[in-house]
């Protein structure tokens, strides 16, 4: 069964801590991706990567860094939060020679304070 | 210019009844794919559907039925005999190639349906 488990649910920050989000599946897929959803807006990609060492910018990667050392783990870095970054942060991963159906995790609701 | 749109925040159907979910969709690529997701108050997303564009059929799995009109670009959801744990947030998603070559998903905004007795 395709698994992908982010390591909090919930999650409260201040403004300017540094937040890391971990990201891991144990499909061995090799795309990996983080979105952020807000109400009325959808889904939004802020960064993917498609292998080791590897990323590539979505729609909204401003305020945002990745990290990708190991296939299984992708991780979103918030190098100084901010209040606009209260959201919720799903992440997903992917198999490249198939349709490319995303499996995402339970998501993260991150409230900056 | 928005590349996916639904048209529709919110749907009340009975239980029981069938469902329209409308998804309209824009790309000048000839291969592209086309996604549902469902999203319970729980939180997770659920892969639903999933519909190529050279599939001559349109898909379907179990009571999810894809209604895609390729010249009018248009992939609707279709829910048979609803259910009160269909009641949830749905998501139509196009699979399109990013500026570096890989491939991404982009979101519609959403339709909430709310399945009533």
């Known amino acids: 069964d395709v698994k992908v488990t982010q390591s909090s649910r919930y999650l409260v920050k201040r403004t300017g801590e540094k937040v890391f989000l971990e990201c891991v599946q144990d499909m061995d897929h090799e795309n990996m991706f983080w979105y952020r959803q807000d109400p009325g807006l959808g889904l939004r990609l802020i960064y993917f990567?498609?292998?080791?060492?590897?990323?590539e910018k979505g729609d909204i990667p401003e305020g945002y860094s990745v990290s990708r050392e190991k296939k299984e783990r992708f991780s979103l870095i918030l190098e100084s939060a901010s209040t606009n970054q209260t959201s919720m942060y799903l992440c997903?991963?992917?198999?490249?020679?198939?349709?490319?159906?995303?499996?995402f995790g339970p998501g993260t609701r991150l409230l900056v304070l | 210019a928005q590349k996916i749109t639904q048209t529709q925040p919110g749907m009340f159907v009975q239980e029981k009844e069938a469902v329209t979910l409308d998804c309209t969709y824009d790309t000048s690529d000839q291969s592209y794919g086309l996604f549902w997701y469902k999203q319970p108050s729980s939180g997770e997303m659920i892969f639903l559907i999933y519909?190529?564009?050279?599939?001559?059929q349109n898909a379907t799995e179990g009571r999810y039925s894809l209604n895609f009109q390729k010249a009018r670009k248009s992939a609707n959801l279709v829910i048979s005999a609803s259910q009160l744990g269909d009641s949830a947030m749905y998501f139509c998603?196009?699979?399109?190639?990013?500026?570096?070559?890989?491939?991404?998903?982009?979101f519609g905004t959403g339709t909430q349906l709310k399945v009533e007795l």
């Open positions: 998603a196009m699979r399109e190639v990013s500026t570096g070559g890989g491939n991404k998903l982009t």
């Open positions: 519909q190529g564009s050279y599939d001559e």
């Open positions: 997903a991963s992917s198999l490249v020679r198939t349709q490319e159906t995303q499996y």
């Open positions: 990567s498609y292998d080791v060492k590897m990323k």
